[in-house]
């Protein structure tokens, strides 16, 4: 051992058992380096984040930055825009987030939140000794507030970026609250590819809002922030379970689930749902967002700005008035008629379905496969300018029972007739290729007749019948009446599928107009302020929360109410169309329906559409290159499809029969089925008919059928035969306009001459057979019309010739062409065919016994 020096310890023992006044400075000296080594960073951080502006983003009342969610009538998501950025985004304020997610989140990525002034130094310091220990890196250093401010403004991962990141993140503490921290960096982190917000993820990835999450849900989710694109799911679940199992873990070390809870979770299996967002009514999207079912049907004004300005201010959610069920329904059936009609050359469908009381859309299909590029799929057949054919003969009728008198049981012509236009003369011509004689207003129309809607619109006059189409929604025949003519009856014009629907959903309300609707209510996009009292100062529908859309509009009459019941009974009367369409057609369904079919010329476009007292349903089927199909017509095209839609609509709406008509306006008589008169002895067949109760009541007696006395040896009038020859039949009788038909089509008409067996009849001049014109019979020119132009062709070298025609009621044997003053006597059928000669010429028809008609002008070039 080594003796100690009798001179007690060394110098430097000495200095460190007691050290003098020199060591005492040296020591307080580095103790004052040390604590300013150690304070410098923290107070040049500190000044670097007094110096750091807050991002925008955080100050904004707004946010754009958000994806719209599109949902159907009872909240089904049908499909999510993306966001400008291109991702999937809502905005979820932190009460409406759950505690599972929050305590998942503290676990996952910062636990000592609530603590640190948002750079934590001792997450620094594990992070850094780990680093040295291990040579890799086994945990991060960043807080949420730094990953906020990361996300926020986006630096380079060097010391240089770090410092202005760990900056930013004391400025974001500085200025908000916790819990407006965590609900920022929930509403703003990715939690996936194309995902940004917890709120997004969770609807993606489970189909369910963030608040319903099960702890091992919310846990994924937690976990997906470290590595959006490692963990997606979708690539594969087994590295989200580790380290979901991870999350649980420290959520169970640092007290923020208990053993069961974490127990239970770990064992849950990651379900994921079966395809993230949806793909419904892409058609009905697209017209809501472009502004294209008009004021009302879409957006607000006051919600979105101008259509031009939705994509820059789109709202985070839009609940739309489709049911989602009937929605796919209908696709699945429009797809398989255009399958089945694929050979006779048709190549697209679309249907709309829209409630009668609200005018709100149930189903929109734009066409039967928006991806079907070779049948033009992505067109809208609801938006689409078609002719509806006949579709449109409901509403010529109900206005000329408004302004001439008409009532369903008049009687209208259904012969050959010609009606000049500006291009030439137009003769309509029935689809059956028959004329009919006359009929009845509710045949006409039950049977889809041509000749007696034409008629109607010539007495009316294409102005007024323009007018009321328009006043109907109908604001496509936006061209000049004489552009339409009298075709106007037979749909010579093009309108929307959506607008006729609602034009046929109108009579279904009894007259009362009401515009489309598409959006039931929407919540605009619009985070919460970073500032209490700026929040309290913005609108609760501009904070998120659901707001209605344009209130309902009230109805406005647009037609007669009486009137369009009995129109309503017309098109619902199954037995009146059995003589055009038979028995069992697509319009005979197991419910009342009201219903009329349209086809346009050349087979181009087939119409079906209809209403039950609760919904209208319009279908279209044909080609959108506008190529003709083969020979499908409205019943066999679009009837199929109306039917199943209607079929499909009454299990979301259940049919249930029309109103009776109201017995203070309307009133069933018995009526004449021939004349539609009231009943005379003579009449053999009798009809009951709807009827206004003042038309009932000026019903007249019939004039159509004539009880005569015939000689039964000869069928010829008996004059003064004895009675045993004698015997009294029922005939028919007509105006001038309906006889040419009548002879033709043989129906039995009462002899012109009298039997020579007996006595002249009275009244005649005492010769047999003498014609038996009755009193103020009338002759005219059935052909051709007053004012027709005719062409005479150069290069034709055979004779050019019309056949000029006269009306000519029973009792009249022969009648006078009178042809530029000179008179040309004819007999049955009462036809000249006349040699055509350049110039302008004038024409009446003139009859011994009867009254000269009209005199008419036509020229020849």
Same mark, same amino acid.
């Given at each position: 051992m080594r003796a100690r020096s009798p001179e007690g310890p060394g110098r430097a023992g000495r200095w460190l058992a007691r050290p003098g006044p020199r060591a005492r400075r040296i020591l307080r000296r580095a103790a004052q380096i040390a604590v300013a080594l150690a304070v410098a960073p923290w107070l040049l951080l500190a000044a670097l984040a007094a110096l750091t502006p807050l991002p925008p983003e955080l100050g904004a009342l707004e946010d754009h930055a958000v994806s719209t969610v599109l949902l159907d009538r009872h909240g /089904?998501?049908? #499909?999510?825009?993306?966001?400008?950025?291109?991702?999937?985004?809502?905005?979820?304020? %932190?009460?409406?987030?759950?505690?599972?997610?929050?305590?998942?989140?503290?676990?996952?990525?910062?636990?000592?939140?609530?603590? !640190?002034?948002?750079?934590?130094?001792?997450?620094?310091?594990?992070?850094?000794?780990?680093?040295?220990?291990?040579?890799?890196?086994?945990? &991060?250093?960043? /807080?949420?507030?730094?990953?906020?401010?990361? /996300?926020?403004?986006?630096?380079?991962?060097?010391?240089?970026?770090?410092?202005?990141?760990?900056?930013?993140?004391?400025?974001?503490?500085?200025?908000?609250?916790?819990?407006?921290?965590?609900?920022?960096?929930?509403?703003?982190?990715?939690?996936?590819? &194309? %995902?940004? &917000?917890?709120?997004?993820?969770?609807?993606?990835?489970?189909?369910?809002?963030?608040?319903?999450? @099960?702890?091992?849900?919310?846990?994924?989710?937690?976990?997906?922030? #470290?590595?959006?694109?490692?963990?997606?799911?979708?690539?594969? /679940?087994?590295?989200?379970?580790? #380290?979901?199992?991870?999350?649980?873990?420290?959520?169970?070390?640092?007290?923020?689930?208990?053993?069961?809870?974490?127990?239970?979770?770990?064992?849950e299996p990651i379900a994921l749902a079966p395809k993230g967002g949806g793909l419904g009514a892409p058609h009905l999207v697209r017209a809501v967002l472009g502004g294209a079912l008009g004021p009302g049907a879409g %957006?607000?004004?006051?919600?979105?700005?101008?259509? @031009?300005?939705?994509?820059?201010?789109?709202?985070?959610?839009?609940?739309?008035?489709?049911?989602?069920?009937?929605?796919?329904?209908?696709?699945?059936?429009?797809?398989?008629?255009?399958?089945?009609?694929?050979?006779?050359?048709?190549?697209?469908?679309?249907?709309?379905?829209?409630?009668?009381?609200?005018?709100?859309?149930?189903? *929109?299909?734009? @066409? !039967?496969?928006?991806?079907?590029?070779?049948?033009?799929?992505?067109?809208?057949?609801?938006?689409?300018?078609?002719?509806?054919? @006949?579709?449109?003969?409901?509403?010529?009728?109900?206005?000329?029972?408004?302004?001439?008198?008409?009532?369903?049981?008049?009687? %209208?012509?259904?012969?050959?007739?010609?009606?000049?236009?500006?291009?030439?003369? *137009?003769?309509?011509?029935? *689809?059956?290729?028959?004329?009919?004689?006359?009929?009845?207003?509710?045949?006409?129309?039950?049977?889809?007749?041509?000749?007696?809607?034409?008629?109607?619109?010539?007495?009316?006059?294409?102005?007024?019948?323009?007018?009321?189409?328009?006043?109907?929604?109908?604001?496509?025949?936006?061209?000049e009446p004489s552009r339409y003519g009298v075709a106007i009856a037979l749909g010579d014009g093009e309108v929307r599928l959506v607008d006729l629907a609602n034009a046929y959903a109108t009579l279904a309300r009894g007259g009362l107009y009401l515009p489309v609707r598409a959006v039931r209510s929407f919540a605009p996009s619009s985070p919460p302020s970073t500032s209490p009292q700026a929040a309290s100062s913005v609108p609760s529908a501009r904070r998120g929360h659901d707001a209605p859309a344009a209130p309902p509009e009230r109805g406005a009459r647009v037609l007669d109410a009486a009137r369009t019941r009995v129109i309503v009974d017309i098109l619902a009367d199954d037995r009146a169309r059995l003589a055009s369409f038979g028995e069992g057609n697509a319009l005979d369904l197991p419910f009342p329906v009201a219903a009329k079919t349209g086809t346009s010329k050349g087979f181009r476009d087939n119409i079906a559409v209809g209403f039950t007292p609760d919904v209208t349903v319009a279908v279209w089927v044909g080609n959108f290159d506008g190529s003709p199909m083969g020979g499908v017509s409205g019943i066999t095209g679009a009837g199929p499809l109306f039917r199943d839609a209607m079929l499909a609509a009454a299990r979301v709406r259940p049919p249930r029969p029309f109103d009776p008509p109201d017995p203070e306006r309307l009133a069933e008589v018995e009526v004449c089925a021939l004349s539609g008169m009231r009943p005379a002895a003579a009449c053999p067949h009798r009809r009951r008919e709807l009827l206004p109760r003042g038309d009932a009541a000026a019903l007249s007696p019939c004039d159509m059928h004539e009880a005569v006395r015939i000689d039964r040896r000869n069928g010829l009038r008996a004059g003064a035969c004895p009675d045993a020859a004698v015997e009294e039949r029922v005939f028919e009788r007509y105006d001038a306009e309906l006889t040419a038909w009548a002879r033709a089509a043989g129906r039995p008409l009462a002899p012109d001459a009298a039997s020579p067996l007996c006595g002249a009849l009275a009244g005649l001049d005492g010769a047999p057979g003498a014609a038996l014109a009755g009193a103020g019979a009338r002759v005219r020119v059935a052909y051709p019309p007053d004012g027709a132009r005719f062409v005479l062709d150069p290069s034709i070298n055979s004779l050019q010739a019309i056949r000029l025609r006269a009306d000519v009621p029973p009792g009249v044997p022969r009648v006078r062409f009178v042809l530029d003053g000179r008179p040309i006597e004819v007999g049955p059928p009462f036809a000249l065919d006349w040699p055509l000669v350049a110039g302008a010429h004038r024409l009446r028809v003139d009859a011994d016994g009867a009254a000269a008609g009209e005199e008419i002008a036509f020229s020849v070039r």
């Open positions: /089904t998501v049908l #499909r999510e825009l993306r966001a400008g950025d291109g991702a999937r985004a809502r905005w979820l304020p %932190l009460s409406e987030a759950g505690d599972r997610i929050q305590r998942a989140l503290l676990a996952a990525e910062d636990k000592r939140f609530a603590r !640190h002034p948002g750079v934590d130094p001792i997450a620094i310091a594990r992070a850094v000794g780990q680093l040295a220990a291990e040579r890799r890196v086994v945990s &991060g250093g960043s /807080t949420i507030t730094q990953q906020l401010a990361r /996300t926020l403004v986006p630096r380079p991962r060097t010391a240089r970026g770090k410092l202005g990141e760990a900056a930013l993140a004391l400025r974001i503490e500085a200025s908000l609250s916790k819990r407006e921290i965590l609900e920022q960096y929930l509403n703003r982190v990715a939690f996936g590819p &194309g %995902l940004r &917000g917890v709120e997004a993820a969770s609807r993606f990835y489970f189909d369910k809002p963030t608040r319903d999450l @099960s702890l091992a849900e919310a846990a994924a989710l937690a976990s997906m922030p #470290r590595g959006p694109a490692l963990y997606d799911p979708r690539r594969g /679940t087994g590295p989200l379970e580790r #380290r979901r199992n991870r999350v649980l873990d420290r959520m169970l070390a640092a007290g923020l689930a208990g053993e069961a809870e974490v127990a239970r979770a770990r064992a %957006l607000p004004a006051e919600g979105l700005g101008a259509a @031009s300005r939705i994509v820059e201010r789109r709202p985070t959610s839009i609940t739309l008035t489709i049911d989602r069920g009937l929605q796919r329904e209908i696709e699945v059936l429009a797809q398989q008629t255009v399958r089945g009609l694929s050979d006779r050359d048709v190549g697209a469908a679309a249907v709309v379905v829209i409630e009668n009381a609200t005018g709100e859309i149930l189903a *929109y299909v734009g @066409s !039967h496969d928006i991806d079907d590029a070779a049948g033009l799929g992505h067109n809208d057949g609801v938006l689409a300018l078609r002719q509806p054919g @006949s579709a449109l003969k409901p509403f010529v009728y109900e206005l000329a029972m408004e302004q001439l008198g008409f009532t369903a049981a008049t009687v %209208l012509p259904d012969v050959e007739l010609s009606f000049p236009t500006a291009d030439g003369n *137009y003769a309509p011509r029935n *689809y059956d290729g028959r004329f009919h004689g006359p009929v009845r207003l509710r045949d006409a129309l039950a049977n889809s007749y041509n000749v007696p809607a034409v008629w109607a619109a010539a007495a009316l006059g294409p102005e007024r019948v323009l007018a009321r189409l328009r006043e109907l929604g109908l604001r496509s025949l936006d061209r």
